[in-house]
């Protein structure tokens, strides 16, 4: 049914987007969330290729329009979810080349 898809995706974007909120407990972002962000667009997407009308009902006009506005929230979220992820990147990356550099060390130190 396609309401209850569109309520399941809505209820889904709603958490993720309150995960990603800046202040929220556990608001560092994890590739599980862009995934789950992901998957719920492409899954309501396919819901509407597959012609879902929201002239049809007005429980699923309802819906609609809610994801629309978890849309543009999230829109407004990613300047900062990119910025994390930047930030994220180079931290990995420093840690890397200090992991490289102390193995180098620890084998010339075994010679």
Not at 24 to 52: F, N, P, T, Y
Not at 78 to 97: D, I, N
């Amino acid at each position: 049914m396609p309401v209850q898809e569109l309520e399941n995706a809505n209820e889904n974007l709603r958490r993720l987007i309150e995960s990603l909120r800046p202040g929220h407990e556990s608001s560092e972002i994890k590739a599980q969330h862009m995934a789950s962000v992901l998957g719920e667009v492409l899954r309501v997407g396919d819901l509407l290729r597959s012609g879902v009308s929201s002239s049809a009902d007005r429980r699923i006009a309802d819906q609609l329009e809610r994801y629309r506005d978890y849309l543009e929230e999230l829109r407004a979220l990613l300047p900062r979810v990119h910025a994390q992820l930047l930030t994220e990147r180079t931290r990995l990356q420093a840690e890397r080349v200090h992991l490289e550099a102390a193995a180098s060390w620890a084998q010339a130190a075994g010679r």
